[in-house]
C-alpha cells in the first residue's frame, strides 16, 4: 500500500509540473497573440483537448485516489490502536 501511495504521489507531482508548464506556455502564447507575434497559441489550442484537458482530469482523479487511500489507511491505523472513531458528545 505504501509503494502505490509512493507512485502516486510521485506522478501527481509530474502532472501537476505538466499542468504548470501547459498553463504558463497557454499565459504567454496568448500574451504572444494580443501584440500579433506567434508564440504557439493555435497549437495549444490544437493540443487543449488530447492532452491537456485529460492532464488536468488525471490530476483530479490522482488527487482523489491519493485523499481516499489517505483516507482509508488513517482509518485502519485507528482501528487497529483501538480507538474510537465515533464523534464525542
Same mark, same amino acid.
Given at each position: 500500500?505504501?509503494?502505490?501511495?509512493? @507512485? %502516486?504521489s510521485w506522478f501527481l507531482? =509530474?502532472?501537476?509540473?505538466? #499542468?504548470?508548464?501547459?498553463?504558463?506556455?497557454?499565459?504567454? =502564447?496568448?500574451?504572444?497573440?494580443?501584440?500579433?507575434?506567434? &508564440?504557439g497559441f493555435e497549437v495549444?489550442?490544437? &493540443? $487543449?483537448?488530447?492532452?491537456? @484537458?485529460? =492532464? %488536468?482530469?488525471?490530476?483530479?482523479?490522482? =488527487?482523489?485516489?491519493?485523499?481516499? %487511500?489517505?483516507? #482509508?489507511?488513517?482509518? $485502519?491505523? &485507528?482501528?487497529?490502536?483501538?480507538?474510537?472513531l465515533r464523534p464525542r458528545?
Amino acid at each position: 500500500m505504501s509503494r502505490l501511495r509512493q @507512485m %502516486i504521489s510521485w506522478f501527481l507531482v =509530474a502532472d501537476t509540473f505538466f #499542468v504548470l508548464a501547459s498553463f504558463g506556455w497557454f499565459v504567454v =502564447a496568448l500574451l504572444g497573440r494580443s501584440l500579433a507575434m506567434p &508564440l504557439g497559441f493555435e497549437v495549444w489550442l490544437r &493540443l $487543449w483537448e488530447p492532452l491537456f @484537458m485529460p =492532464a %488536468i482530469g488525471v490530476l483530479m482523479a490522482a =488527487a482523489l485516489v491519493s485523499g481516499g %487511500i489517505s483516507y #482509508v489507511q488513517n482509518r $485502519w491505523q &485507528l482501528r487497529s490502536v483501538g480507538q474510537d472513531l465515533r464523534p464525542r458528545e
